[in-house]
């Protein structure tokens, strides 16, 4: 499986647009990059994801890198209610069929007011 | 409301007393799994299931036992629970995955046991 490597922790001021990094140099051509956070007390929550291009929603922005070696979360203005656990995910292996998430420690972003 | 819902919320329990945690989602998904989250080993994935009837291990099934005999439900069985099984546990819902990429999961808010 593909592995992602993200920064265990990292402290933005609130209003800050903050920088969430992963690396995934092991990525096949085929592997979509998926963001989920995780905020205080609930389950994950999808973010946002891309294969190649950078992808913008309404929650963050996604900055994929042209070697597709790693890939960046971008939070325009962090909140205190983004103060949240962010994982960066690659998919199931395609032989499997499955739709099956492989969580890492993902990185703990703390919200300084 | 779209979502994915959990009972109990909070259980304690007795090691060795069999115990269900229902997992119910209504936006017709024919993905469903279990997970489980403990301190500093993030989330690791215990069942999942593609369809009715079919179901697979994760990563961590020991301990653990799953049915899909309905396409809404997924309840997790632990028939004779250890101190080891005290974790957060999250059940997750998605479409089919039909192409290349991961369809979005969508989670429950969680199950915290405590197994005695």
């Known amino acids: 499986d593909a592995k992602t490597t993200q920064p265990n922790s990292m402290e933005s001021n609130e209003e800050e647009p903050v920088h969430l990094p992963c690396n995934h140099s092991?990525?096949?051509?085929?592997?979509?990059i998926h963001w989920y956070r995780q905020l205080p007390s609930q389950g994950p929550e999808y973010v946002i994801h891309g294969l190649t291009s950078n992808v913008n929603n309404r929650m963050a922005s996604l900055a994929i890198a042209e070697d597709r070696k790693s890939s960046t979360l971008i939070l325009h203005r962090a909140t205190l209610r983004d103060a949240a656990v962010y994982y960066c995910i690659l998919r199931d292996p395609p032989q499997t069929g499955a739709n099956n998430l492989f969580f890492g420690t993902g990185t703990r972003l703390t919200v300084i007011p | 409301e779209a979502q994915v819902t959990q009972n109990p919320r909070y259980l304690i329990t007795v090691t060795g007393k069999k115990l269900t945690v229902t997992c119910s989602q209504n936006?017709?998904?024919?993905?469903m799994s279990w997970y489980r989250q403990d301190p500093g080993l993030g989330l690791r994935q215990i069942y999942y299931s593609m369809n009715v009837e079919v179901t697979d291990k994760g990563d961590v099934p020991e301990g653990y036992k799953v049915s899909r005999k309905e396409k809404r439900n997924f309840p997790l069985i632990l028939e004779s629970p250890s101190p080891n099984q005290t974790s957060l546990y999250f059940c997750?819902?998605?479409?089919?995955?039909?192409?290349?990429?991961?369809?979005?999961?969508?989670f429950g808010p969680g199950t915290r046991l405590l197994v005695l």
């Open positions: 092991t990525i096949s051509g085929t592997d979509y």
């Open positions: 936006m017709n998904h024919e993905y």
């Open positions: 997750a819902s998605s479409p089919r995955r039909t192409s290349g990429r991961l369809e979005t999961q969508y």
